[in-house]
């Protein structure tokens, strides 16, 4: 018996309700042409129904379908709730048949028990060559809650004149990827490094108060401590403590506890603990008389703003003064955020223009100056503008044809950039001359910083012994620290060095050597130099100098200027140090004064250091007795030192006069005067010393 392997088909029985089978058999033809069919290969078998199971524990969490089916070029993909199937390979036919074929193409969806979910039918008219066709997508749901789920695909057999073909079974299985379950926790790791530093946060508000609400200027910008805001405000009303929850204004109705405040939010009742101790230590024992704490400063609410003095509640442009404190600036110095000092001139065109950008803070007070004119008397504008949100404050009319100065005061309501500007709305044609924009700062009486225990007083009464030791200031620096006034450098031939010259260094007194430092000396022909900016000067021996030099010596300044300029450094005195040479020791007058003698007596003009009263005698033609009132210039007449010289011609004549020392006392010289072997009477100068200030010691 031969079989033949052309020609046979597949069949593809039913599943029924009385069929348990599902299988196919194959047709056998034999070498007589007889046929036979094989016996059925069972495909699948499928048992009764049992009896409902009990329900089972809930379900794992959610699974992943994940698609895979490969019969020729069969392919199936699917998401979480259906499965996209793709037959592109589903028919075949028999040898030799070039007729166009028309085939229904089914999709069969099953669980592994039997359901089927989806029975989906494609016509597919496409011409069938030798080999597959081409394919068309098919989209069936696929459901989730079984482990697996087959997919079985075949086609409907084909009736007609020529042979035709039948799909061959294809079966795809969808495998179910269930989450596991979690496992149990790892060992902790080793300890990471340490991670770089982060960058340093923005500075916190203030804590600002306890203090009464009822002495609060009506206005008063009271601050909840908001990013942003300079102050978190604390208050009492009403022998109670209330925290600021809500930045607002003061009215007369909002107090805390009002209607108004129960309907915004403004206050918080607080408790007395975190606070009690702040009232007593500051307010009602005054341990630290009206210091407020501010940031890392205590501060005395008591104190100036342009030399204007204001007390513990006053208030600055509706500000309690003591709040304009500026760390930054503790003593309150003129501080200008902008200064424009040239002309500046713009046509109609000009709608705004910008100068700079500026940094402003909430619960600031700056004033505004501007200095300009018009080619009309309808005028325009400085104004300073929010950058963000465009809001303008204190804008300066400009209205004049002839220059004139204008001023307003600035408090914004938020930190942030802000545009210095002009406004023209007008379309004039102007010229500002100057802008300046200045931010008021409370200089209070004392200063202490808690951080870096600086402290800033307007009198001081010190017991005890203050000093600043000397630093070394490399060839070339400049004098940046404001808390060392001794100060060594060192010059190995000419060496520049330059000191401060803004206002906060009025008063300071500088002492400078440059002489030795740490086991080197600074060469014997080089020097130091300081050289002064245009304007300003070093005030030495009644001169104004531009530079000083030092060489091996030590020279003291004390730095001079106003509230709002710095004219320069006085040069109060220079030592000689380790010089090579000698330059000698300073002489130190007791009196000056010249006599003048003639026939008819002699009269004295003079000066003393403290103030002693001196006279003159005239003892004959020639003669004259110099005394002085004190008698403690000299221990005795051996310490009396005094250099005599003629001054002019003699008296009547026209030779030159000389004179010397005859003769001294603890309280008198005489002098002799002459223009040859005999007396003369004139003049003469003198000075006097205490020779025994020259005792080598």
């Known amino acids: 018996v031969t ?23 194959e047709t056998v033809t034999y070498t007589d042409g007889s046929t036979a069919n094989t016996d059925p290969v069972i495909i699948g078998v499928y048992g009764d129904t049992g009896p409902e199971g009990p329900q089972g524990p809930n379900g794992n969490d959610g699974v992943t379908y994940e698609i895979a089916c490969s019969v020729g070029n069969v392919t199936i993909a699917s998401d979480a709730d259906s499965a996209t199937l793709n037959c592109s390979a589903g028919f075949y036919r028999k040898e030799g048949t070039a007729a166009r074929q028309a085939h229904t193409c089914r999709f069969a969806v099953y669980s592994r028990t039997g359901t089927t979910y989806a029975l989906l039918t494609m016509y597919n008219s496409t011409y069938i060559n030798n080999g597959y066709d081409d394919g068309v997508n098919i989209k069936a749901n696929v459901y989730t809650g079984y482990d697996a789920v087959v997919i079985f695909m075949f086609s409907s057999a084909y009736t007609g004149t020529s042979p035709a073909g039948q799909a061959y079974l294809a079966k795809c299985e969808i495998i179910v990827k269930k989450q596991g379950n979690t496992g149990p926790q790892g060992p902790q790791g080793p300890t990471g490094g340490t991670g770089s530093q982060g960058p340093r946060g923005y500075r916190g508000p203030g804590l600002r108060g306890p203090q009464d609400w009822t002495q609060a200027e009506l206005d008063f910008q009271f601050y909840k ?50 606070l009690v101790a702040a009232n007593i230590l500051f307010a009602q024992h005054g341990y630290f008389g009206s210091a407020k704490i501010s940031g890392d400063w205590m501060i005395s609410t008591n104190g100036t703003i342009d030399g204007t003095a204001y007390d513990n509640g006053a208030t600055y442009q509706g500000i309690t003064a003591y709040s304009l404190f500026n760390p930054n600036n503790p ?30 803070e909430a619960g600031k007070v700056y004033y505004l100056s501007a200095k300009g004119y018009g080619s009309s008397s309808t005028g325009y504008y400085i104004r300073v503008r929010n950058s963000s949100t465009g809001t303008t404050y204190s804008p300066i009319l400009i209205n004049s044809t002839s220059a004139v100065t204008r001023a307003g ?16 709305p007008n379309g004039l044609s102007g010229t500002v001359n100057t802008v300046t924009l200045e931010e008021k700062n409370f200089a209070p009486y004392y200063a202490l910083d808690l951080l870096t225990g600086k402290t800033y007083q307007g009198d001081v009464y010190v017991r005890g012994g203050v000093r600043s030791p000397f630093t070394y200031l490399g060839r070339g620096g400049t004098f940046g620290n ?7 450098v060192y010059s190995a031939s000419a060496s520049d060095y330059a000191l401060p010259w803004t206002t906060d260094q009025s008063g300071r007194k500088v002492v400078i050597t440059n002489y030795y430092w740490n086991g080197s000396y600074s060469t ?3 020097y130091a130099q300081l050289t002064a900016p245009t304007g300003k000067y070093f005030y030495e021996d009644g001169i104004q100098k531009s530079t000083i030099k030092l ?56 000066h003393t250091f403290d103030g002693s009263t001196m006279s003159v005698t005239r003892d004959g033609t020639g003669i004259y007795t110099l005394s002085w009132s004190n008698n403690n210039w000299y221990a005795d007449a051996g310490h009396v030192f005094v250099m005599v010289c003629g001054y002019g011609v003699i008296d009547s004549g026209s030779n030159p006069l000389y004179a010397s020392v005859k003769s001294q006392t603890k309280t008198s010289i005489t002098v002799q005067t002459a223009d040859d072997d005999s007396r003369n009477d004139g003049a003469f100068n003198f000075f006097l010393m205490n020779f025994n200030d020259w005792i080598y010691l």
């Open 331 to 360: 003593l309150g110095k003129y501080l200008a955020k902008y200064a424009y000092g040239s002309d500046y001139s713009f046509t109609s065109s000009n709608t705004t223009k910008s100068w700079t950008t500026l940094t402003l």
């Open 524 to 526: 014997a022909s080089g």
């Open 3 to 25: 079989r033949s392997t052309s020609g046979w088909t597949t069949t593809v029985q039913s599943v029924t309700a009385t069929k348990k089978y599902l299988w196919n058999y």
């Open 409 to 424: 005061y600035i408090k914004p309501t938020e930190s942030g950039t802000y545009y210095l500007e002009i406004y023209n």
């Open 225 to 274: 401590g908001a990013d942003g805001e300079p102050y978190e405000d604390f208050v009492v009303y009403n022998g109670s403590y209330y925290k600021c929850i809500k930045t607002h204004t003061k009215t007369a109705s909002n107090y805390p506890g009002s209607t108004y405040d129960t309907n915004n939010g403004l206050w918080q009742l607080s408790t007395k603990m975190g």
């Open 482 to 488: 404001d808390f060392s006034d001794n100060i060594a």
């Open 551 to 606: 060489s091996r010596e030590a020279v003291e300044l004390l730095g001079y200027g106003d509230n709002n300029s710095f004219y320069g450094w006085i040069v109060l005195k220079r030592i000689d140090l380790g010089t090579e040479s000698r330059y000698g020791h300073h002489m130190k007058m007791l009196a000056v004064g010249r006599v003048t003698g003639s026939s008819s007596g002699a009269s004295v003009s003079y």
